[in-house]
């Protein structure tokens, strides 16, 4: 995230938009970034946040998915990123070495 906010700082100085996104991604990263657009300190971009939770991956791993409301990705409100994991669905995608 360090690095993305460094990236958004040299185009916001140099005028340019910023059009967050994450493709695909699990709900995971989808928090992350989502909190990092609210809390940037400018508005970031017009249209909407372009998000990877629109069921190109075959399933996500936290217990309650994020989902588009009304185009926009709601930042969770939760502990941590807001998004509890689903032990069962980490669990099956572990692999051990």
Known sequence: MYRVWRLWALASAA??????G???ST???T???AHLCAAWPEPLMEGVF?????GALAT???AE???PENGEIPVPKGPGLGVELDAEKIARFRIDR
């Open 65 to 67: 998915p994020l989902a």
């Open 22 to 24: 994450n493709h695909p």
């Open 31 to 33: 928090a992350a970034v």
């Open 27 to 29: 709900s995971v990263a």
């Open 50 to 54: 372009a998000v990877g939770v629109s």
């Open 15 to 20: 005028g340019m938009r910023i059009y967050p």
């Open 60 to 62: 996500d791993v936290v």
